[in-house]
């Protein structure tokens, strides 16, 4: 099968993996790369199937040093080979072996960490690599997402070491669940960590991690972990440290998700250079690429958690508000309110729940 993404023609070989579904994540990753991208990079397609990321990577961001492709399969390996040479890569290496193995000798400064499921077994070399760097980034995706979100609990317990709830908010609280692991396995290594971006989408949850060498950057990095509390009886949440408190004042039971990432998901910086570099790139995904790093973006600076309008509605027993009607009213009151990536009708706001269901009666009363 022959296929077109970003400037990449590739052929995927029988028995090869290739979602074509995940094009968005390969865009959103590659303008994520060049946003970061420095002359002579050396970066890592960790478990490269067809070999499409590094292939592309490599052709849409001219800064780029080295790619070596990474697979445990030789035919996923032959592949990449003949995509690679076919796309005229200039420096590239292709290695068939066991990812972790790989890792253990060879630092990069870019490490693509794209498994099936979850990405916790290869954090360890991959953190290490980078920190052979003295720093570096990890993409890490992770398509366990049904373990993040609270939907087997036991798993999330046991690989993430963490607590997941499964509410409205699990996306977000899944993708700090993912961050917080990675910044305790990054501590381990003297390594501190700074979210770049960081999308949950579909299936999937990806982020793009910078590390900066040193003790003191790997504890104030530990020191954003905490816990995200919420009641399901009235939707009031909050961030701690520790938890302590099991009851909520309407005397509904909390639900405590984490230790997590509580620190911020995105950089602006970067951000930004990605808006850039989306205008210029012909992706068919260009539009809604814009949507979604403008939402990035307008996440910045705000609590953990979003409010959820339909369950907004649920709890006051009133009909459903449009999002721009309680938008305008929490502004017009002074509070800072976006619509979020991580939900369809849901915003977030420095506004608690009493300022959002005052805000929600207003817009409803003003129909
Ligand atoms: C989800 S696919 C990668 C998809 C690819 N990055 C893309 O965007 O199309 C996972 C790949 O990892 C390879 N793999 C699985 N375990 C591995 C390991 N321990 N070391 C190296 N490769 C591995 C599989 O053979 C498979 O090709
Ligand atoms: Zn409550």
């Known amino acids: 099968m022959i296929v077109k993404e970003g400037k990449a023609e590739i052929r995927v070989d029988e028995g090869v993996f290739y979602n074509p579904e995940m094009e968005f994540c390969r865009d959103f990753s590659s303008l994520a790369l060049g946003a970061v991208c420095q002359k002579g990079l050396v970066v890592l397609d960790g478990m490269c199937a067809s070999g499409i990321r590094g292939v592309r990577y490599a052709l849409e961001n001219e800064k780029i040093g080295e790619v070596t492709f990474v697979d445990l399969d030789s035919k996923a390996c032959k592949n990449a080979s003949y995509n690679a040479k076919k796309n005229n890569l200039g420096s590239y290496k292709v290695e068939n072996t066991e990812i972790t193995r790989f890792l253990w000798e060879n630092p990069f400064d870019f490490l693509e960490i794209d498994p099936f499921g979850t990405p916790v077994p290869y954090l360890v070399p991959a953190i290490r690599s980078a920190a052979m760097q003295g720093g570096g980034i990890l993409s890490a995706t992770a398509t366990d997402v049904a373990v993040l979100c609270g939907a087997h609990y036991k798993a999330c317990l046991k690989n993430y070491q963490s607590r997941p709830v499964d509410n409205e908010c699990c996306h977000e609280n899944g993708t700090r669940i993912l961050i917080g692991k990675v910044a305790r396995t990054a501590s381990e290594y003297n390594l501190g960590v ?174």
Not at 339 to 344: I, V
């Open 194 to 367: 700074h979210p770049i971006a960081s999308l949950s989408r579909q299936h999937f949850i990806k982020t793009f991690i910078k590390f900066e060498r040193g003790a003191e950057k790997a504890v104030s990095s530990i020191k954003k972990l905490g816990f995200i509390s919420y009641c399901p009886k009235c939707l009031w949440r909050g961030t701690s440290s520790l938890v302590v408190k099991e009851k909520c004042e309407c005397g509904g039971q909390l639900q405590h998700a984490g230790p997590l990432w509580l620190g911020e998901l995105h950089e602006k910086k970067e951000l930004e250079s990605m808006k850039k570099e989306n205008e210029k790139r012909e992706y068919a995904s260009m539009a809604a690429m814009h949507s979604l790093l403008e939402k990035m973006s307008g996440e910045i600076g705000m609590p953990a958690g979003y409010f959820d309008l339909h369950k907004v509605s649920e709890v006051l027993k009133v009909s459903a508000e449009k999002v721009d009607c309680v938008l305008e009213s929490l502004s017009k009151k002074g509070f800072a309110a976006i619509r979020t990536h991580f939900r369809e009708n849901s915003i977030k706001t420095n506004a608690g729940i009493t300022e959002v269901k005052e805000a929600f009666l207003n817009s409803s009363r003003k129909r």
